[in-house]
């Protein structure tokens, strides 16, 4: 179980990556393939965060098959954890249904980094976590 939901977390990261490299391709392409390149930037995105709440359903079914979880919500490191996870996905859920990157790009842009660094924070902190169960 811990080992599938660290696979999840990382095809998360890879998509993230992906969804990066296709929005990076929307600012710069100006050709009539840039419908094509936005439509995939949403699929990718869109996919992603169905991925990360399947990843969160994932975490839970796991903290409730293991009765000594206990100790490792009252620690530093998952207090840590939780200041990177719940602005990624407050984040995650903004950009995707309120600041996309057609009607605000500038703040899409800039809450999309944002985004990734808190994912970054959350996929180490959580790491240890869950090597930690």
């Not at 599938?4 to 992906?18: H, K, P, R, W, Y």
């Not at 899409?108 to 959350?122: D, E, N, Q, S, V």
């Amino acid at each position: 179980m811990k080992i599938s939901i660290l696979l999840v977390f990382v095809v998360i990261g890879a998509l993230f990556t992906l969804g990066v490299v296709y929005g990076r391709m929307v600012t710069r392409n100006l050709s009539p393939d840039r419908d094509k390149i936005v439509q995939r930037h949403r699929f990718v995105m869109r996919f992603t965060l169905w991925l990360v709440i399947t990843g969160v359903a994932l975490i839970e079914i796991l903290i409730h098959t293991f009765p000594n979880i206990d100790r490792h919500i009252t620690s530093t490191l998952f207090k840590v954890h939780m200041t990177f996870a719940v602005p990624f996905l407050l984040l995650l859920i903004a950009i995707q249904w309120r600041l996309d990157g057609l009607k605000n790009p500038k703040w899409h842009r800039k809450l999309t980094y944002i985004c990734l660094i808190a994912f970054a924070g959350t996929f180490v902190t959580g790491f240890f976590l869950i090597l930690a169960l």
